[in-house]
């Protein structure tokens, strides 16, 4: 579990903790929208600001937040790397063969980056202050709309939310089926690509073996304690909007509006 | 009453496979406490999965609580016997103790308020209030069982059958699953059906069962069981070091009883001398 703390629960007691997941869950979506509209960095610094905003408000250290970045760090690079090298700017730095660095270009990938980051951190936000349990209430709740055309909008969340519970669970098996293989002299360092892919396969097999005896095993205890899948099934938590959503919502509302006033009236190059 | 009655019930997993069950007759009595012990594949957690329903007999019936086990009564009996597994990571279904907790009760429909005290009460049954808005994963292997069961307290069983729950722990976990189930069957009068193999776990129990290819093949008190010792051997179950001092230690003459526990023996031997 040492590198996943995309997706984990960070378990304190705070204002976003406390929010409604439907409203997280629509924020998020606002938030992403609202991510891509802003076409200078004032925008993006609005939200960047948002964002800061909330994780303190949120009483998540700032080490855990880059911690879900580091997932990302490479992707981040690499796009950024591409869109130095290949983006068509006026003002050349640097120039070699068929690439050009110039300051639009330098501008345009951390524009990108900033960006990405964001996206990356607003999400995993979300993870860190709704459990698995709460998140999947929320995607319930969102989809029940579904529920009217006979889509078993229960069970899929019950599956997403065990899907959840389950990863840390798999990686650390991973792991260990990992350190067990290179015990009996199995390489997963050296090679080309198509070598280690292979190299793969002796763990990916046992890996799926065991999942398959996990969800049997996990059906069973569900079974015995009486689980139908039906809907005479009662919820322990009920979700209620309250005025701290409301003012959440609000907060939401106007930085979308923000984000949308300066696209228009803020000159765009950046 | 008896709590769980099995009459010449046998089992086999495939059609035309060897019968893993074979006639047996079982039962328990309401408020007792058995231990069922028994080597790999002698059919002990194919009578968990029986005695609530997951599995169904090929021959022979099964009754809980007075009441015949049909697919009309199956969920009557498995709110009245809970079950709890053996591995803690495979049978928890939330990630907040609370949750998972709940589900049970969530399953039956019962209200929010009354899910509220079922919680508690589960939880206080275990010890395991102070855990309640706690990371399941981060629990240790004994806490993390000890959730399981609040998870099927939460369904306010009558009995609860441990198939091998202290497997996978180590010795403290097991010492804080078997101190839970034996205050849970004191005080709360709660039917217990301990599968295990370690026998140091039986000592406890009012009555040891011994099954060897499904069927049984011993039951008695445990401290009798324990004494003999050859015909344990004979079933592939290795009677623990204290046990052996024991029998050694009698078959020499010295008068002491057939403990499993160190600290007794020692005070016994004291005595003795």
């Known amino acids: 579990m040492k590198d996943v703390s995309f997706g984990q629960y960070y378990p304190v007691s705070s204002y976003v903790h406390r929010l409604d997941p439907r409203l997280k869950l629509l924020f998020l979506i606002a938030y992403i929208v609202a991510i891509f509209l802003a076409s200078n960095f004032y925008g993006l610094a609005a939200c960047a600001g948002v964002l800061v905003v909330i994780v303190i408000a949120a009483r998540i250290p700032f080490g855990k937040v880059l911690r879900a970045v580091r997932g990302v760090v490479f992707l981040v690079i690499f796009t950024a790397a591409l869109n130095i090298l290949f983006y068509n700017g006026e003002t050349v730095y640097a120039s070699w063969w068929v690439f050009d660095i110039t300051k639009e270009g330098l501008i345009f990938s951390a524009f990108l980056a ?36 006979k889509i078993p909008v229960h069970a899929l969340a019950l599956v997403m939310s065990i899907a959840l519970r389950f990863i840390p669970i798999l990686m650390d098996e991973t792991e260990r089926i990992k350190n067990a293989q290179k015990a009996r002299g199995a390489d997963f360092e050296s090679g080309n690509l198509l070598k280690r892919i292979k190299a793969m396969v002796p763990v990916l097999v046992p890996l799926l073996l065991s999942a398959f005896r996990r969800a049997d095993e996990l059906g069973d205890a569900m079974d015995a304690r009486c689980y139908t899948g039906s ?21 939401g509302a106007a930085l979308i509006a923000g984000v949308v006033l300066m696209k228009i009236y803020l000159p765009a190059p950046y | 009453m008896k709590a769980i009655e099995f009459t010449g019930v046998s089992f086999r997993y495939e059609e035309e496979g060897p019968f893993v069950i074979e006639k047996l007759n079982f039962s328990v009595e309401e408020g007792e406490f058995v231990a069922v012990l028994g080597h790999n594949g002698s059919g002990k957690s194919t009578l ?97 069982q000890r959730v ?43 039917t217990v059906v301990l599968i ?13 069962v011994v099954m060897n290819r499904g069927e049984i ?37 010295m008068p002491v009883s057939n403990t499993l526990s160190a600290e007794q023996l020692a005070e016994e031997i004291a005595k003795c001398v």
């Open chain 1, 231 to 251: 809907g005479k099934r009662t919820k322990y938590k009920k979700l209620r909007f309250t005025w701290r959503d409301l003012i959440a919502f609000l907060v």
């Open chain 1, 114 to 149: 900033l960006r990405l980051v964001l996206l990356v951190v607003c999400s995993s936000l979300l993870t860190y202050t709704t459990t698995p349990v709460s998140l999947t209430d929320g995607v319930e709740s969102l989809l029940t709309p579904l529920k009217w055309i």
């Open chain 2, 217 to 253: 093949v011993m039951q008695g008190k445990p401290e009798e069981i324990f004494a003999r010792q050859e015909e344990l051997v004979t079933y592939n179950l290795a009677l623990p070091r204290i046990g052996v001092i024991c029998n050694r230690l009698r078959a020499a003459g």
């Open chain 2, 48 to 144: 968990a999965r029986l005695a609530n329903g997951l599995l169904v007999p090929d021959e022979g019936a099964i009754s809980v609580f007075g009441t015949p086990l049909t697919e009309k009564t199956l969920f009557e009996a498995r709110r009245n016997v809970g079950v709890v597994f053996q591995n803690p990571d495979n049978q928890t279904v939330a990630t907040i103790v609370e949750d998972d907790v709940a589900f049970g009760a969530e399953n039956v429909g019962l209200k929010r308020e009354e899910i509220g005290e079922r919680i508690e009460f589960a939880l206080r049954a275990v010890g395991m209030e102070a855990y309640r808005g706690a990371t399941v994963a981060r629990l240790s292997g004994g806490q993390k």
């Open chain 2, 148 to 190: 399981a069961i609040a998870g099927v307290l939460a369904l306010k069983p009558r009995a609860i059958v441990l198939d091998e729950s202290t497997a996978m722990l180590d010795p403290r976990g097991r010492r804080e699953i078997v101190d839970v189930v034996t205050r849970l069957n004191k005080e709360e009068g709660i």
């Open chain 2, 196 to 208: 295990t193999h370690f026998m140091e776990e039986a000592l406890l129990a009012d009555r040891a």
